[in-house]
Every structure is written in structure tokens, then in C-alpha cells.
């Protein structure tokens, strides 16, 4: 599962990946183990649907996080996405093995495409303040 909103009661944080350990049906809770420190954290009713299955992620809401292995797809399908930046962010998430599933060709648009778009933020504006 993964947790997708910050819950400073809960102490659980956008991005935080666990396993579940307990259902109680009956009173419609459940019990989660995050990575990597094992803590146990028990969610009522309505804090549930902060959960998502976290059977595959995306590389930005990976970012952060390390994974013992990831599977990078790389095809010409995703071309809006293919972009060095990306790829070496995905790369950088794997501990020990990374795998990257799709053409040569995807790959080679990716190494030579530098993302150059402008970010759109606030930023310069909020430092005049």
C-alpha cells in the first residue's frame, strides 16, 4: 500500500509504502507495516482511503525512495516522456537491480532528449516577498 496524503497524527507521509498485517471487517479497520523501519500504524474507517495499492508506482512518486529492484518500461509509445532525466531518476531508485523493458530505439530517444521545458512555479514571485 502506499499512502498518499500527509497525516501528522498517523505519522505517515505522502509516499510512505507498507504491507498490510491486519483486516478487522467488523469494525472496518486495518493495520499497516512501512518500509523500511517496520512500524506499525493502525487506521480507522476514514482514514483508509488514504491507502492505494502499490503493486506498481510511478517514477514521481517513487522519488525519494529506494527499492531493492524496479522495472523501467521504455517504449516509443510513452515519447512525451522520454527524457534522460526521467530515466536516470528511475535508475537511481534501484538498490541492487533495474531493468529496463522496451526497444533500444525508446531508450536511445531517451539518453539524447534533455528536458528543457520551463518548470511553472511560484518561486520567483515568493522570493520578492
Do not use: C, W
Not at 1 to 28: A, K, S
Not at 82 to 94: C, K, S
Request: hydrophobic content about 40%; cysteine-free.
Amino acid at each position: 500500500m502506499i499512502h498518499r496524503r500527509n497525516n501528522y497524527d498517523l505519522g505517515v507521509f505522502n509516499g510512505d509504502i507498507g504491507t498490510i498485517q491486519e483486516i478487522d471487517n467488523e469494525e472496518l479497520t486495518l493495520s499497516v507495516s512501512f518500509f523500511p523501519d517496520g512500524r506499525i500504524v493502525a487506521y480507522k474507517r476514514d482514514d483508509i482511503t488514504d491507502l492505494d495499492l502499490a503493486y506498481a508506482i510511478t517514477i514521481h512518486k517513487s522519488q525519494g525512495s529506494e527499492f531493492e529492484a524496479v522495472i523501467i518500461p521504455v517504449l516509443t509509445q510513452h515519447f512525451k516522456m522520454l527524457f534522460r532525466n526521467l530515466i536516470y531518476t528511475a535508475l537511481t531508485r534501484a538498490k541492487r537491480l533495474a531493468v529496463l523493458v522496451g526497444t533500444r530505439k525508446a531508450l536511445a530517444l531517451s539518453v539524447k532528449n534533455q528536458d528543457t521545458s520551463s518548470r511553472q512555479t511560484a518561486l520567483q514571485e515568493l522570493l520578492r516577498l
